[in-house]
């Protein structure tokens, strides 16, 4: 008998603390009950139909149906700098400071194997999306954790980190506006960032996977605009939840043009770019999207004003975010992250996701997205009241 055994990359992970929460959603569905899922981060409205139409047009075109570029269609690159030029007014090439991703995750995932030695620190944000935490701890990297605390506006404190870290530090992830928090970055923040990268060596990746989920005209600013960012870093951006392209797989990274070869250089040894087809798709979504902005950006505003309204006449102290398709909150001072959110999935079948699950720091707090109608908002605010916590 073969013994299987994991790579220590990936017995070294900690046990996936939504399991049990994934676990009691199957079960209460099972039993019947009408589940409301505030759990995930995926936007229940279909991709808009010009994009749609798009895709199936360039599907019948054979052009598209061999391998593609590794870094991506040249016209697709050159949409991506046209939109950079439109939204923040910054001058791209679209040759060697463009890369096509398939999903900004796939780029978040891969980039710390191009530059990250064994024993390298790179710095986290904490409560995040895992992804930066686990690609690091996969290239061998020692993640060094920088906790977002509502003290200081869910930004990390960069002059809390010790010397002796940022001296082995090579690389530094960020995400503003933020997943879990949805708290948001100020250009005054950018500034110090893109001055500590020059003074320790240490290179930028910053995520504006909601870089156009923004409400009451707020515009987040990207890190590019940030005089000298450039230089030190790039920027993850992603189709997926702008335009409700989750499932399509498309997004790219832009920037520094050393960083972003590095990242070509280790995708075009995994992977073969994205289907052409898709990237036609994908020009058609960037191109006059500002109507279909409004439309996303009112919706998603509705249902934000919505649930936190009523989370605080429960009493429920909610973030009003100013951008991302997140709340969070407090939970009431009775329950931890993980009790109030079994106690939501079992007495009133919704789901929240704990805080904690995305960092200790998270710990004391609770997730909702707003990925469902403002109908199962009522709903569930409905349920609360009548059950209490
Ligand atoms: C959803 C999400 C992503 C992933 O986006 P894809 O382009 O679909 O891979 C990246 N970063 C954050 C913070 C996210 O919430």
């Not at 390298?120 to 993640?143: E, H, M, N, R």
Request: glycine share 8%.
């Amino acid at each position: 008998m073969l013994k299987i055994e994991k790579a220590e990359r990936l017995k070294q992970l900690p046990p996936y603390l939504f399991a049990e929460l994934d676990r009691k959603k199957e079960e209460a569905r099972d039993r019947g009950i009408d589940v409301i899922d505030l759990g995930v981060g995926d936007p229940d409205q279909p991709t808009p139909k010009n994009i749609i139409d798009s895709l199936c047009q360039a599907a019948q075109d054979p052009r598209f149906h061999r391998y593609p570029s590794y870094s991506g269609l040249n016209s697709f690159r050159e949409a991506v700098c046209l939109w950079y030029k439109k939204r923040i007014n910054l001058e791209l090439h679209p040759k060697n400071e463009v890369v096509s991703l398939i999903g900004s995750k796939e780029g978040l995932a891969h980039i710390p194997f191009a530059f990250i030695n064994p024993g390298d620190v790179v710095l986290v944000p904490s409560p995040a999306y895992p992804v930066y935490k686990v690609a690091t701890q996969f290239a061998g990297g020692i993640p060094y954790e920088m906790p977002l605390l509502k003290q200081n506006g869910f930004l990390p404190d960069l002059g809390a980190i010790p010397p002796a870290i940022l001296a082995q530090a090579k690389m530094m992830f960020l995400n503003y506006p933020n997943n879990p928090t949805g708290a948001i970055a100020t250009r005054e923040f950018f500034k110090d960032v893109v001055a500590l990268a020059n003074r320790h060596n240490i290179m930028i990746c910053h995520d504006y996977a909601y870089s156009e989920m923004a409400f009451d005209g707020y515009l987040p600013p990207s890190f590019l605009e940030t005089p000298g960012a450039m230089e030190v870093g790039v920027e993850f951006h992603s189709l997926s939840k702008t335009y409700n392209m989750t499932g399509w797989r498309i997004g790219f990274a832009v920037g520094n043009s050393a960083i972003i070869g590095g990242l070509g250089q280790i995708k075009s040894n995994i992977d073969s770019g994205i289907f052409e087809a898709v990237q036609i798709a994908g020009i058609e979504a960037m191109r006059d999207d500002a109507a279909w902005l409004k439309e996303m950006q009112t919706l998603y505003t509705e249902r934000r004003d919505l649930l936190v309204g009523g989370l605080r006449k429960l009493g429920l102290p909610a973030e009003l975010p100013k951008a991302t398709f997140y709340v969070w909150c407090e939970v009431p001072k009775n329950h931890t992250s993980a009790s109030f959110c079994a106690h939501l999935m079992e007495k009133v079948g919704i789901v929240a996701t704990p805080g904690n699950g995305f960092g200790a720091p998270g710990e004391g707090y609770f997730r909702m997205a707003l990925t469902v109608s403002k109908e199962r908002i009522e709903e569930a605010l409905d349920r609360l009241t009548r059950v209490g916590f």
